[in-house]
């Protein structure tokens, strides 16, 4: 796992929180009665159909309770960057628990409507820096509701994808925490400050070895918007497609992004 970065990003609590339930609400309503046949659709992950994307959006905002129900740890371990690298890891384990949770809760509907209470239940209980002991390291609470937004936005864009006319929304600023660590998670993986990364309006890293760039235009910058950068970090879009496609720009010799992405698989 990289180390983090010597000054890691603050993330306001509040807005952490709202954007996490603003976006689980989101889904909820654009799923909600759903039928069986669309249900059983596939999704570009796998062999996950829309039931198994929904249950695992549910999941992955379960996995504040299972955190909190373990003992809290003595000392924080990891920054929330650092999430960004361990979760391939446990992929096999992930899509076991996610066919589990699909398969144990027919009614989606009121399994994320019980998500979304017992989630507003948690967070009146605890306080930002509790401590949890989450599979990246100890981190506090809302430096893990952070990466929660990371998953919604993510799969909301899966989601999208699947079921094009459900035109699910963003919360702002799920989206925003959501550009912010992976494109924080970058600038860690390829420390540097010779090629200046742009996801206007939500994020600006350097990153890349090289020549440190110190006032005017940067002699490599690579531009893009939101959800192609979320895309691109994630693996769902290639950095050749994307070129190809103008979804980003890239200009300067230490431009080339290709062989760090994706970085969340």
Not at 15 to 23: E, G, P
Not at 73 to 102: C, H, L, M, Y
Not at 168 to 189: F, G, I, M, W
Request: with cysteine.
């Amino acid at each position: 796992m990289p180390p983090a970065k010597k000054r890691a990003r603050a993330y306001d609590p509040a807005k952490t929180r709202a954007a996490v339930l603003a976006q689980l609400g989101n889904v909820r309503e654009a799923v909600r009665g759903l039928g069986p046949e669309r249900l059983a659709l596939p999704t570009r992950l796998g062999e996950w159909t829309v039931r198994d994307l929904i249950a695992h959006m549910g999941m992955a905002v379960t996995a504040v309770q299972r955190a909190l129900d373990r003992p809290a740890p003595p000392k924080q371990e990891v920054q929330v960057v650092q999430w960004t690298f361990g979760t391939s890891a446990n992929s096999a384990a992930i899509a076991d628990f996610t066919r589990q949770v699909a398969a144990d809760h027919p009614d989606l509907d009121a399994y994320l409507d019980d998500v979304d209470q017992g989630l507003r239940a948690l967070l009146a209980a605890h306080p930002a820096g509790r401590l949890l002991a989450t599979n990246a390291g100890a981190m506090p609470l809302d430096d893990y509701l952070v990466t929660r937004a990371v998953e919604l936005v993510v799969h909301t864009d899966d989601l999208n994808a699947a079921l094009p006319e459900l035109k699910v929304p963003y919360d702002r600023q799920a989206l925003a925490a959501a550009t912010r660590l992976l494109a924080d998670a970058l600038a860690v993986k390829a420390p540097g400050g010779s090629t200046e990364v742009r996801v206007p309006p939500y994020a600006v890293v350097q990153c890349v070895a090289g020549p440190r760039h110190t006032r005017g235009t940067p002699p490599n910058v690579v531009e893009t918007d939101p959800l192609t950068w979320i895309r691109l970090a994630t693996g769902r879009l290639t950095w050749a497609d994307a070129l190809a496609d103008a979804r980003v720009s890239a200009s300067g010799e230490r431009a080339d992004l290709g062989g760090l992405l994706p970085l969340l698989a």
